[in-house]
């Protein structure tokens, strides 16, 4: 296992960038040590590649769920796609992590950071979201903490 990841999901239309803009933002943070930051463009395939070798991982996207834009929250990988939350994309994250579960690959922690979208088009992000980008990095510093810490069980649900 080599650590700790987080795993900024999204593209580059609009708000669908939340995911990528907090993964560039961790850049600038003091993370715990042997933390990767990766992004993932394509939910798919590439997301069971990207958590694959993992203790624990922190994936964070955009969400559609009706809240406030710009609201950051932690969410429950029932919720994603079919449930609650709406994932921005078509093969999504939750069937990458049932993946990497069928396959064995799953980390025994996990937790997911979803920002309230607003506008998925053009190529930049809305205010609320560009605002809430700075929060979400640090929301998931403390994730990672915990992580690190095993004050917290962050799996699953």
Do not use: N, W, Y
């Amino acid at each position: 296992m080599t650590g700790l990841r987080v795993i900024g999901v999204g593209t580059c239309h609009g708000d669908d960038q939340a995911g990528l803009a907090v993964a560039a933002a961790l850049g600038r943070c003091q993370l715990p040590a042997r933390t990767q930051v990766l992004i993932c463009l394509r939910p798919g395939a590439d997301l069971v590649d990207a958590i694959s070798g993992a203790e624990g991982i922190v994936i964070v996207d955009a969400m559609r769920t009706g809240s406030r834009p710009g609201t950051v929250r932690r969410i429950a990988t029932q919720e994603v796609g079919g449930g609650k939350v709406c994932s921005t994309h078509g093969i999504g994250v939750r069937d990458a992590i049932e993946l990497a579960a069928a396959l064995g690959r799953l980390p025994a922690r996990l937790a997911m950071v979803g920002i309230e979208a607003t506008d998925l088009k053009g190529d930049r992000l809305s205010p609320a979201v560009r605002v809430a980008i700075d929060r979400a990095s640090a929301f998931v510093v403390e994730i990672l903490e915990e992580m690190r810490s095993g004050r917290r069980a962050c799996r699953p649900g």
